[in-house]
């Protein structure tokens, strides 16, 4: 028997069963032989099955079980195996590979990526209701009326048809923050902020491995070099991760998030199950301690940032979209070569903005910083506040990794103060290399060979990639690989590696001399190598050497001429250069013979035979002189770069004879030719290094400068002189 259960209102509810008056017959007597009601009981369990399996597929969560590395090869293949076990959407395996992060030039894919775009928001339309379909047209119509309008030449840089042009929107119907967006900062490809996340908890190290990654860095030489490249290219993996959650990307804005918490616990269960079968206090636990273990281990590797930055996170986010331009580094001795060198590259076209970077008052006056600033497009920025150099000092050469990185630009054209162009340097960001890989660099001069290989074993963990094993010091054609008097970087590409860079000529650059561990700066000379050895060091092999010749251009003091007997030169030194001969040899006959002879003079197969003799002894001339090869002879303190048609492209050195005298009676250097160190006869290039930066180069070939080098050349001349870099009589 069953009762009404009276409403409110005193009627009974519908639905409830009523008593039945004993005696009287109930239209709830043999309900269920009825087949009408089987029918629609049948329909109610059918239903009720459906709503069961689906929330049983819907709640379904990933699996929790994580892998541990515990050998050297495993935590190099860390990611790897993070980005298998989250299956299609994982983030990209690092900057070592080398389709990762490449802009895409098709304009169709740019439209493609928003028609698609377009399809999937109308997708998603379609399956929200009542007030998520109202929230989400609103996203919708914000994105449409703020499309990004073109941007000239010299605006800041946003790639062609890279998808990192437009955000993927997530509305969040949980909370009042910002619709929820994540940039996976491999491949410009866009994760959700659920897909994100599933990874950060996936990624997170069991104690094990954390203990290892976090313990103190030891020891010295090569052995520390790979320790931290160990342990770099782990924070990359889980820096990528932990940036696609948190940075809201896109081609007008990008800023960094830090509302998870809020979100992990105000969202319903559901939005929750998708992305793990934890609990929502254990997800909340996990994310804390995965943010507590990258903060430690940023710290350890790289601490100098803060606090001029909180983390690096915000160090990122903040030139992604900064655009290109010009820096250099220095001080009030080298400030009259700053005014040369951006003075003459704005006559050459260039109107890139320019950042000067000091260590201090004391290190560029008010005075100096007030005339470089009175150019256009030029600020002055003070690096030592933006570094913190506790237990060590940032001084020297090591200020210009620390200048490129901390600039503002996104892509950066970091120059030495007495680097010199003969062509508009912002052409460098067009260079092949440079389009493909975000970093461009040149190499040094070919010189005194010797064989590095077994030290890059030691150095660089496994594995060791093949562009380490093409180089100079891997093939022992010079110890010499790297000139980083100019530098093309995409610091958004290539953030760690550059990260790696500063903490090379940072805290690992000196010797410790209480321990007697080696520093890099022992290794090898300055800073030049640290860039490509740096990129080596952090897995990112996306980089690429400028493939024109070394040189240098003077005057030439010798000229010589020698052949080549078994591979060993023989100067000879009474050697002329053959002068054409006559056709005609010179007539000793008497007259008398020479009547006789000129009748056969006039036969045809007379004709022959001469033509024959003369050409015979052509070829002997001809094969006598080619085995003959000049060498000129250059001294010059400017190292000069050359282009893919051997043309001069950019030197450095200044314009003196020696930039370190500073009597006026040192003079501007004279420049009739070019050497190319590349010898025609393909023999190892012939370099002979004096003091103050004087070089002697001998080549088989000597260059003339065309009419427009020698107007540029003039020009950075006259520039020099107008703004008192050069004194008078010089």
Known sequence: MYINIPSRSGTPTKGHRTPATPGSPSKYTDYFSQPRRRIHVIRILSISLAVVLCYIVATRGPETSTWVPTTVQDKLNFGDHAATHVGENAPPRGYGDTDSGRWSDSVEEHNDDNTHKDEEMEHTVDRLEGDEEAEYEKVKNSQTDNKEPHLEEGADYVPEGGSDEESAVEPSHHTQSTPFVAHNIGSGEKYSFREALRDVLHMIPDEIYTRDLLRPLEGGGQDRLKELGIRVRAFHKFFTVWEALHVVADAKLTYVRDDVINYLENAPEKELAEVSNLERGDIVRAYERYRAFLAQLSHILFPYTSPYFADHLTLHAHFRNGGRGIVLSGNDKQAPFFLTSIMSFRKLGCNLPVEIMYLGENDLNDDWRMKLESIPGVVTRDLSQMVSDDGWELKGWASKAFAL????????????????????????????????????????????????????????????????????????????????????????????????????????????????????????????????????????????????????????????????????????????????????????????????????????????????????????????????????????????????????????????????EEAKHVNVSTWDVFLSEVKETNEAPEWKIGSHNMAVLKSTHAFEFTEGEKEVLAMIVEVARENGALKPGQ
């Not at 996104?410 to 440079?434: K, M, S, T």
């Not at 001294?635 to 001069?648: A, Y």
Request: charged residues 30%; contains cysteine; hydrophobic residues 30%.
């Open 405 to 660: 990185l901390m600039s503002s630009f996104r892509e950066v054209i970091y120059l030495d103060a007495d680097a010199l162009f003969f062509v508009n340097p912002e052409d460098l960001f067009q260079d092949p290399g440079y389009v493909e890989t975000g970093a461009l660099f040149f190499r040094d001069r070919v010189y005194a060979p010797s064989s590095r290989k077994q030290w890059l074993k030691d150095m660089l963990p496994k594995p060791i990639s093949k562009k380490a094993q093409t180089s100079r010091y891997w093939t022992g054609e010079s110890r010499e690989q790297q000139e980083s008097g100019c530098l093309v970087v995409d610091k958004w590409r290539h953030f760690v590696a550059m990260l790696t860079v500063t903490r090379m000529n940072g805290p690992d650059r000196d010797d410790n001399s209480k321990t007697g561990a080696k520093g890099v700066y022992s290794l090898f000379y300055g800073d030049k190598e640290t860039f490509w050895l740096g990129w080596e060091l952090a897995g990112d092999t996306d980089y690429w050497f400028n493939e024109g010749a070394v040189g240098n251009m003077g005057v030439v003091s010798e000229h010589q001429y020698y052949k080549l007997i078994e591979g060993h030169a023989e100067f000879l030194p009474d050697y002329h250069p053959p002068i054409s001969q006559s056709s005609h040899e010179h007539d000793t006959k008497p007259k008398s013979e020479h009547k006789e002879e000129s009748k056969k003079e006039d036969s045809e197969e007379h004709k022959q035979e001469k033509e024959h003799k003369q050409e015979m002894a052509d070829d002997h001339e001809k094969r006598s002189s080619s085995d003959v090869h000049s060498l000129y002879t250059v001294s010059s303190p400017q190292l000069l770069h050359l282009d893919l048609n051997n043309r001069p492209l950019w030197f450095n050195g200044w314009i003196l004879d020696d930039k370190y």
